[in-house]
Nanobody, 128 residues
Framework: VQLQASGGGLVQAGGSLKLSCAAS????????MGWFRQAPGKERDFVAA????????YYADSVKGRFTISRDNRVNTVYLQMTKLEPEDTAIYYC??????????????????????WGQGTLVTVSS
């Protein structure tokens, strides 16, 4: 599956952005989907994930209550709604696909190795 993230940009602290991840090649209904981010000079960190049918979202503690992950399998797209943005959220955001998995995903959703496909990211810059 090929993935393309979009929707990034420059926003002031406290603002909002909505990222999209458009998939092609295969139906994302077969995949668990995740968002990761990488700030300059830092490792790629988990942000949010969602199960194949969208029944269960997962979030990093740093974004819980501010970010919402969703998916629309009919249009092969995953979203990340980001609100109350902080300068610490500045990073390149990547969407990633993995699986399908059975119950074990509950324990591995935050690990980069859980996902085998990712595309070009989209840059989010939050100014103070």
């Amino acid at each position: 599956v090929q993935l393309q993230a979009s929707g990034g940009g420059l926003v002031q602290a406290g603002g909002s952005l909505k990222l999209s991840c458009a998939a092609s090649g295969r139906a994302i209904s077969n995949y668990e989907m995740g968002w990761f981010r990488q700030a300059p000079g830092k490792e790629r960190d988990f942000v949010a994930a969602i199960t194949r049918r969208g029944s269960t979202p997962y979030y990093a503690d740093s974004v819980k209550g501010r970010f919402t992950i969703s998916r629309d399998n009919r249009v092969n797209t995953v979203y990340l709604q980001m609100t109350k943005l902080e300068p610490e959220d500045t990073a390149i955001y990547y969407c990633e696909a993995g699986g399908p998995y059975s119950g074990g995903y509950t324990y591995t959703y935050h690990q980069p190795s859980t996902y085998d496909s990712w595309g070009q990211g989209t840059l989010v810059t939050v100014s103070s």
